[in-house]
């Protein structure tokens, strides 16, 4: 019977206020939709940097003949000082350097060649104006600065250059974008609890009369506000409901069904990660439904 009165109440409550609910509702849709986001950009990044790191090497570039480098100062990398390189690497980084290969001039050459044909910007290079190098497989690609330092400076060796340096742009621009996800996400999320609070508010003063007789039967506190909890609540779940949604239809369509087949070599968010996040958008709302509720049920259900 008690369960059926609050029910009631609630249906009620959500009637009356019909216009405020939508607003709830929609603000909480967009808010926790730029949650979401954010999480799933956030997982995004997680997953390029887990593939593209896995492929990155540390190259090591051998004094040419020419160089400027104080280190280069006798000329061309002689195969005393590579071999004196080598031998840091297999002792002092051998836990770091999980594979070393060397690349000859000849052998950048035909890389190069193999990746421009007719030459570079109408110049035609020989392999005897290409840098042997050292190429390492790191096993923690974290791990680069302890292997510039230890490398850099010896002879033979111009420059140790980290192919993630490629990379950390998009990494970059990828962090920003959450970040103003999140940021827009914080504002439109304090909309939601003003709204929320402002509905509960409007719900307790039109319903003042019956929060009295109510009162003066003896009901207790929780039983008074429970039903505006939960109108609070459900329009805030709602809400994210739709945020979920929403993002398992641009994660679907868009990532699924557009980018895997427009650009297939990158790893994307897939509807499994829409589903992890999903959880924690309900979660959110029911927490901003709490939170507007603590700071006004106390007032405005006290007779």
Not at 108 to 124: I, L, M
Not at 141 to 165: K, P
Not at 249 to 274: G, I, K, N, Q
């Amino acid at each position: 019977m008690r369960f059926q009165f609050v029910l009631g109440e609630v249906f009620s409550g959500l009637r009356r206020n019909t216009t405020m609910v939508v607003a709830v509702v929609l603000v909480t849709f967009v808010s926790l939709t730029f949650v979401g986001a954010a999480a799933l950009l956030q997982a995004q990044i997680g997953k390029l940097k887990d593939d593209w790191y896995d492929l990155v090497e540390v190259s090591v570039f051998l004094c040419p003949e020419g160089s400027v480098s104080p280190t280069c100062a006798t000329g061309e990398a002689t195969d005393g000082q590579i071999d004196a390189v080598r031998q840091v690497i297999d002792t002092e980084l051998s836990s770091q350097v999980s594979k070393v290969y060397f690349e000859s001039k000849q052998q950048a050459f035909d890389a190069f060649s193999e990746r421009y044909p007719d030459g570079y910007q109408g110049t035609q290079l020989t392999a005897d104006d290409m840098q042997a190098s050292l190429r390492l497989k790191l096993t923690d690609a974290e791990q680069f600065a302890v292997v510039s330092d230890v490398l850099s400076g010896r002879d033979g060796v111009e420059i140790v250059e980290d192919q993630r340096a490629v990379f950390e742009p998009l990494f970059r621009t990828l962090n920003v974008a959450t970040l103003l996800a999140a940021g827009l996400a914080g504002v439109m999320l304090l909309a939601a609890v003003l709204l929320i609070t402002t509905t509960i508010r409007l719900s307790a003063v039109s319903r003042r009369k019956e929060t009295e007789i109510m009162r003066l039967v003896g009901a207790s506190n929780l039983f008074i506000q429970l039903p505006f909890l939960l109108e609070g609540a459900l329009a805030a779940v709602l809400g994210s409901l739709l945020a979920g949604g929403g993002l398992w239809l641009a994660v679907r369509f868009m990532v699924s069904d557009w980018l895997e087949r427009s650009v297939d070599w990158v790893a994307y968010v897939s509807e499994v990660d829409v589903f992890r996040v999903a959880p924690l958008l309900v979660v959110v709302a029911v927490a901003l439904a709490a939170l507007s509720s603590f700071f006004t049920l106390n007032r405005y259900t006290r007779i």
